[in-house]
Structure formats: structure tokens, C-alpha cells
């Protein structure tokens, strides 16, 4: 979904990595550094990863939050699940990969 919302620039300058989740903080921030090349700066709205990373010497960055009431996953997956106006909520390469797996029924049948 990032990869489709994002400008041809942006995508020549940005690499996206998986990381699994290891339901361990400092297990999670260790498996970093084995999947991602060197990185000066971590990205977090997380206080336990911020506080880890920066402890293994990493400049730490919080992000604030921005409409945090209507712009949280659980909110526009509410809205979807409804039918409600939830695609002016998210970038319109988001919208269409939501569309081709059938998000909107997928939703329904989950609540």
C-alpha cells in the first residue's frame, strides 16, 4: 500500500523492508540491524523503541500524530466495514489495493 501511494521520485529514494513482529521490543529492535542496512535515525511513535533504539545509539524521531481520531486503522477499517466515506482518509493507490481484495467485504463479515 505505501509502495503504490507514493510518487515515482519518492520510490526511487525510499526501500521498504519487512520486519516481523517478534512480540519482543528489544528482540524486534536487535532483528533491525540484521534486515536493514546501517541506519542513523528511527522513526517512532513507540515509547519502548524509541527508548531501546536510542540506547544502541540511534537518533530517535517521534512523529506526531495527526487526526489521530479519524486517521487510525481501527477507525478507517470501522468505516470501511460500514460503508462509510472512508477513502478520502487514505492515498488513492491505498483506496484501489483496498478495492481489488475486497476490503469492504472482507470488513463486513469480520464484525
Given at each position: 500500500m505505501i509502495e503504490s501511494s507514493i510518487g515515482p521520485a519518492d520510490s526511487r529514494r525510499?526501500?521498504?523492508?519487512?520486519?516481523?513482529?517478534?512480540?519482543?521490543?528489544?528482540?524486534?529492535?536487535?532483528?533491525?540491524?540484521?534486515?536493514?542496512?546501517?541506519?542513523?535515525?528511527?522513526?517512532?511513535?513507540?515509547?519502548?523503541?524509541?527508548?531501546?533504539?536510542?540506547?544502541?545509539?540511534?537518533e530517535v524521531v517521534t512523529v506526531?500524530?495527526?487526526?489521530?481520531?479519524?486517521?487510525?486503522?481501527?477507525?478507517?477499517?470501522?468505516?470501511i466495514a460500514r460503508g462509510g466515506d472512508w477513502r478520502r482518509l487514505v492515498p488513492a493507490g491505498t483506496a484501489g489495493i483496498l478495492d481489488d481484495i475486497g476490503a469492504e467485504g472482507r470488513l463486513r463479515g469480520a464484525l
Open positions: 525510499i526501500r521498504i523492508f519487512y520486519i516481523p513482529d517478534l512480540e519482543d521490543h528489544a528482540r524486534w529492535v536487535e532483528s533491525l540491524g540484521l534486515i536493514v542496512p546501517p541506519y542513523g535515525a528511527v522513526f517512532t511513535n513507540d515509547e519502548t523503541t524509541g527508548r531501546i533504539c536510542a540506547g544502541r545509539g540511534s506526531p500524530f495527526t487526526r489521530r481520531d479519524e486517521l487510525s486503522g481501527t477507525e478507517i477499517r470501522a468505516k
